[in-house]
């Protein structure tokens, strides 16, 4: 077997163990968020920020969602980097945006946050600032999770078939959940332009 075919195999494998019925609860919280005019605040670093910033533009725009994601204020991203450090990123951010108990945060992350091991505590904090604020968490995550799994509403976690694949599994299938999210009967409220060109 090639690498591309192995690669593939391995994204079937995946595919066939996902936890569907967690997607249908995500469906579920995501619905009565858009009935209650709440918003979506999708987090995440590295790749899962490129994610974060294609879904807010899906659930705008077809599902008619109120999203954002601080990821794609560079400007402020950067000085809050600079004057206040890495792990400040999102909960200012929150507090200026004043999530409340309507609004929802979507974590994209292939850790899940883990302050013991230092990885994304910006996640972290950004996820006990929500439990405050009693927002709805969800989150696709990789690995064990990590803490959004741990304080999630609905947390899909990608399954490991490769230790060393476990990354891109993870970004890839974040595409493969929120673009399935966008198209469920329960979300979607635009047609998308090829399916609605004749």
Request: glycine letters at 6%; aromatic letters at 8%.
């Amino acid at each position: 077997m090639n690498y591309s075919q192995e690669h593939l195999s391995e994204a079937s494998k995946i595919i066939s163990k996902i936890d569907h019925s967690t997607i249908e609860n995500m469906a579920l919280i995501l619905s009565k968020i858009k009935k209650n005019k709440g918003r979506i605040f999708f987090l995440g670093v590295g790749g899962s920020a490129g994610n974060c910033s294609h879904a807010v533009n899906d659930f705008r725009k077809i599902v008619e969602i109120e999203s954002y994601a601080p990821t794609d204020n560079i400007s402020e991203l950067t000085a809050r980097v600079n004057d206040e450090g890495w792990r400040a990123i999102f909960t200012p951010w929150l507090k200026l945006s004043k999530l409340s108990s309507k609004d929802a945060i979507f974590i994209f992350s292939v850790g899940g946050g883990n302050l013991e091991k230092n990885i994304s505590p910006n996640i972290v904090d950004a996820l006990m600032y929500a439990k405050k604020k009693k927002s709805k968490i969800v989150g696709v995550v990789g690995k064990d999770g990590g803490y959004t799994a741990s304080v999630a509403d609905a947390c899909v976690i990608i399954p490991i078939v490769n230790e060393k694949t476990i990354t891109p599994h993870t970004e890839a299938f974040q595409a493969v959940i929120w673009h399935l999210l966008v198209s469920h009967p329960l979300l979607k409220q635009n047609e998308t332009k090829w399916e609605s060109t004749k």
